[in-house]
């Protein structure tokens, strides 16, 4: 069945490093991805998204890279900073293939960031 | 504050009983979803209304739960007779009508079931 999942559940760096997170996904008809970040006792933030038609974007500090061939979604956040601590989660829809526009969610990647 | 809107943050209530959580959407979205997010996981998709009408139901929409959006813009979502297992935090989000784009969320309700 479709799934969306990530490779490490935590991820720990040094302030001024830059992050990669990854995530795998497994349905072919997957057309639109989506990165959250997630602070405790709170709902999901939008960070960044990407088209299937695309392979790169690029946001403030954080850029998502997409590579349909290994069906594999990565966010990269540059010069990474305490606020930045927190569990990301990528997500993929797949509404355009005449399919559903909700989104599918991996378990997450807790991310901190060291001072 | 123009964002997702949730109401209660925090439900506490006794095994069996009914609860009602609401969802106000961004002012200009006419995409409303429900997801549910258990401790650990990701959240995992309920229901989606575009304006009214109810598009979509995740088979974790047992017959307890109901979610309702009369007049296409607040939600409501409805448990009847709670469970332990309906512990949760109850994710709203609503996106504009043009797919692809992104879904926002509001902060969630947290329910504990006693």
């Known amino acids: 069945g479709e799934s969306v999942g990530l490779h490490l559940p935590t991820l720990s760096v040094q302030e001024g490093d830059n992050s990669i997170i990854n995530c795998a996904y497994s349905?072919?008809?997957?057309?639109?991805f989506i990165w959250y970040k997630q602070e405790s006792g709170k709902g999901p933030q939008f960070i960044i998204d990407?088209?299937?038609?695309?392979d790169k974007r690029q946001g403030q500090r954080v850029t998502v890279l997409l590579n349909k061939t290994v069906k594999h979604l990565s966010l990269q956040i540059a010069a990474t900073q305490p606020g930045d601590s927190a569990v990301y989660f990528c997500?993929?829809?797949?509404?355009?293939?005449?399919?559903?526009?909700?989104?599918?969610f991996g378990k997450g990647t807790k991310l901190t960031v060291n001072p | 504050d123009t964002g997702v809107s949730q109401n209660p943050r925090h439900k506490i209530t006794k095994r069996g009983q009914n609860v009602t959580f609401r969802c106000d959407p961004i002012?200009?979205?006419?995409?409303l979803y429900w997801y549910r997010q258990t401790l650990g996981q990701g959240p995992e998709f309920l229901t989606y209304?575009?304006?009214?009408?109810?598009?979509?139901k995740s088979r974790l929409l047992s017959d307890r739960f109901s979610a309702e959006r009369p007049k296409g813009s607040f939600s409501t979502l409805e448990i009847q007779r709670t469970e332990q297992g309906d512990s949760a935090m109850y994710l709203c989000?609503?996106?504009?009508?043009?797919?692809?784009?992104?879904?926002?969320f509001g902060d969630g309700t947290r329910l504990s079931i006693l």
């Open positions: 989000a609503s996106s504009l009508d043009n797919y692809p784009g992104p879904q926002h």
């Open positions: 349905n072919s008809a997957s057309d639109y």
């Open positions: 990407i088209r299937s038609n695309m």
């Open positions: 997500a993929e829809s797949s509404g355009g293939q005449g399919g559903s526009e909700k989104l599918v």
């Open positions: 002012s200009e979205h006419n995409r």
């Open positions: 209304f575009q304006n009214e009408a109810q598009l979509e």
